[in-house]
Every structure is written in structure tokens, then in C-alpha cells.
């Protein structure tokens, strides 16, 4: 009796994982998933124009979602605090309607300089 309830649970799984291997390699998710791959590097490649090798990166996102998608985009590389005092640059995740972006989505720097002159500069997104 155990052994055919393994038998049955067994098959079960197999079915089961057959239908999540055709969702996930549908027409549908093959291009979510290539959408999403392009949006990342995308937002990679603008924060790439931002910071530099040796900056320690502040992210200024107001919202759980959007510090996410920032972490996504810069966390593998950068260099980050949670520490306003101990960055050189803060980075913010910000909509525009106008010029090059990643789905509408584009990061802004936040500098200050020794003189205690602020510069804020327009992620760009690399060259084809």
C-alpha cells in the first residue's frame, strides 16, 4: 500500500513538473523573461555610466519595489551602504517621459563635491 501511494505521488510529481517545464518554456515566458533580461542590462549599463569603480553607492528609493529593482540592477557589482555619510554617490530610480531609457525607467546620481557643490547626472544607456 505504501508503495503504490510513492508510486502515485511519484507519477504526480513527473506530471507536475512537465506542466512547469511548458509554462515556463511558452512562447509567453521565453519573451517575459527576455523583456526583463534587456530592462536589467538596460538600467546595468546606465548605472555602469554612473558610478565608478571606487564609489560607494547610497540608493535613495522611497519604496520596497523599487529599492529592489535597484538592488537587482547594481547589487552584484556596486559597492553599497545604507549610510548617507559613508557614500560618494547616491543613485535614485526615477520614471521620465523624455530621452533614452529602460522601459520608461532611468537612474539619477547625486554628487557632492568638496565644495560642497551638488551635480546630478542622467544615467546613459550604452552605445550599439
Request: glycine share 10%; with cysteine; aromatic share 6%.
Amino acid at each position: 500500500m505504501v508503495g503504490l501511494l510513492a508510486l502515485g505521488a511519484l507519477g504526480f510529481g513527473v506530471v507536475q513538473a512537465a506542466h512547469a517545464e511548458s509554462r515556463l518554456t511558452s512562447p509567453v515566458a521565453v519573451r517575459a523573461d527576455a523583456q526583463s533580461d534587456a530592462y536589467y542590462a538596460c538600467l546595468d549599463a546606465q548605472a555602469h555610466s554612473l558610478v565608478g569603480p571606487h564609489d560607494v553607492v547610497y540608493l535613495g528609493e522611497a519604496t520596497l519595489d523599487r529599492w529592489v529593482t535597484v538592488i537587482k540592477a547594481v547589487g552584484g557589482w556596486a559597492d553599497m551602504t545604507v549610510h548617507r555619510s559613508r557614500a560618494t554617490v547616491a543613485i535614485v530610480l526615477v520614471h521620465a517621459t523624455g530621452g533614452p531609457s529602460c522601459a520608461g525607467d532611468v537612474f539619477l546620481s547625486i554628487r557632492r563635491r568638496a565644495g560642497g557643490q551638488v551635480l546630478m547626472a542622467r544615467g546613459r544607456p550604452r552605445s550599439r
